[in-house]
């Protein structure tokens, strides 16, 4: 049993022997990788990246080097991380409704190729360093940075990461960027997000006044990776919360409030977004505005069929058959007189003036106040009607006769009738059975 111990001690000595000499043999081989390797866990900020560059280090084939040890644990964009309030996140800038915003690409100043310059926090439009000058800078946004060192932002030259010619963000690679507003109108932003250390995950939360918006998760490159927001309430402040050591830097940064037609009111809260519309009218209260509504006042008829675009009339009734429809015609039966003034504003325009059993032939023609004739004899006869009582026929009839009198003699004075069809019209009314007739033909 002793032997038996003694010699799988000496196969798992002879085993571990092998391996570290198979290990020693490969390390000549990765040399590079190794100096490397080692440089990796020694640099901690971008100025340690520039002694690279000093000491003859390709930054390209350094990154390259890089990434081929980075495990990608994602291959979207862009994604949210926890529901958001209000976000809306682009990852193409084609589909980010609102690209004329301030641009912030830290342009201004001198800075030579590969060059690194740290400055302390915070950056804004009255920095004056070596690398900005007051003014710089757009208004409405400071940049400022947290963590273990938390005073140091960098700016780094054309060519140092990918093909950016000017790009910001802390110097540590431990730190963290924050981008504060000073302005309470920011709904939308857009930048490239760039991870100068070790491409990998950058997540990124936004503030509100009411505190927290939302996370996304964007997967950060040396050459950037473009981030697009929208926000329903404006946003305060964003905080970089990338794992230490990724080295989180922007480019191309845009902000503001998305106003794609100009017309001073925020995509979000415009009911037109594409068409200038200051006054947000919205006639049937749907969210679209009227000046991008084909419905605009909501009966489901399209303006251009609607004889009342601006009022809801389904029905599209139209009775003196011009172009308005009754709902929005303020003269309804086309007589000359506003409906608000005329007696009888659906005039019955019959051509000939008949009642009882008379064929008078008489024309029936607009009297005063927007009525016809037979409109004023119909209005008669119900008025006679409503007071007869089944035992008062004589005297209603004997009112009705009297008011007919009054009737055709304002008529004759207007010259609608003449004497002969004045007489015709009393005969024919001491004739018929009124009250409770009201049939004129």
Request: aromatic share 8%; net charge negative.
């Amino acid at each position: 049993m002793k032997h038996k111990i003694k010699i799988a001690y000496l196969i798992l000595i002879v085993a571990f022997t092998l391996s570290c000499e198979k290990e020693t043999e490969t390390l000549p081989e990765n040399s590079e990788m190794s100096t490397q390797k080692k440089e990796t866990v020694n640099a901690k900020s971008f100025e340690d990246l520039s002694k690279l560059v000093e000491n003859g280090v390709d930054l390209d084939n350094y990154f390259n080097s890089l990434s081929t040890q980075t495990n990608k644990k994602s291959t979207e964009s862009i994604s949210n991380k926890i529901e958001n309030l209000g976000l809306q996140f682009f990852s193409n800038s084609e589909d980010f409704p609102c690209n004329n915003l301030p641009l912030e690409n830290f342009e201004e100043g001198l800075v030579n190729p590969l060059e690194v310059i740290t400055f302390l926090n915070p950056l804004d439009e009255n920095t004056n360093n070596s690398a900005f000058s007051a003014g710089d800078i757009l208004p409405g946004v400071t940049f400022t940075t947290t963590g273990v060192n938390s005073n140091l932002l960098v700016v780094l030259g054309n060519g140092f990461i990918g093909d950016h010619s000017k790009i910001i963000g802390p110097n540590s690679f431990d730190d963290n960027l924050v981008i504060n507003f000073t302005t309470n109108n920011v709904t939308s932003i857009s930048m490239d997000v760039l991870s100068g250390w070790n491409e990998g995950n950058v997540e990124i939360e936004f503030f509100g006044n009411s505190g927290s918006l939302g996370v996304t998760t964007v997967f950060g490159t040396n050459n950037g990776t473009y981030l697009g927001i929208e926000s329903d309430e404006p946003i305060i402040k964003i905080e970089f919360l990338s794992t230490p050591g990724t080295g989180e830097l922007i480019d191309n940064f845009s902000f503001g409030i998305c106003d794609s037609d100009e017309d001073g009111i925020s995509n979000f809260e415009d009911n037109c977004p594409e068409t200038p519309n200051a006054d947000q009218l919205d006639t049937d209260e749907d969210g679209i505005g009227d000046v991008c509504d084909d419905d605009i006042d909501g009966d489901d008829i399209m303006n251009e069929y609607d004889n009342c675009p601006l009022t809801a009339n389904s029905n599209q009734t139209n009775y003196d058959g011009d172009d308005q429809g009754d709902a929005c015609d303020d003269d309804d039966d086309n007589d000359g007189v506003k409906d608000s003034r005329d007696n009888h504003p659906y005039s019955d325009t019959r051509e000939y003036f008949n009642f009882g059993d008379c064929d008078l032939d008489i024309e029936n023609q607009f009297s005063r106040n927007g009525s016809t004739m037979v409109d004023q004899i119909n209005s008669l006869i119900e008025e006679i009607n409503e007071q007869y009582d089944g035992e008062n026929w004589d005297e209603q009839h004997s009112d009705f006769m009297r008011e007919l009198a009054k009737l055709t003699y304002i008529w004759r004075k207007d010259r609608l009738i003449t004497r002969s069809e004045r007489s015709d019209i009393s005969n024919c009314g001491r004739n018929s059975q009124i009250p409770y007739y009201n049939n004129p033909r």
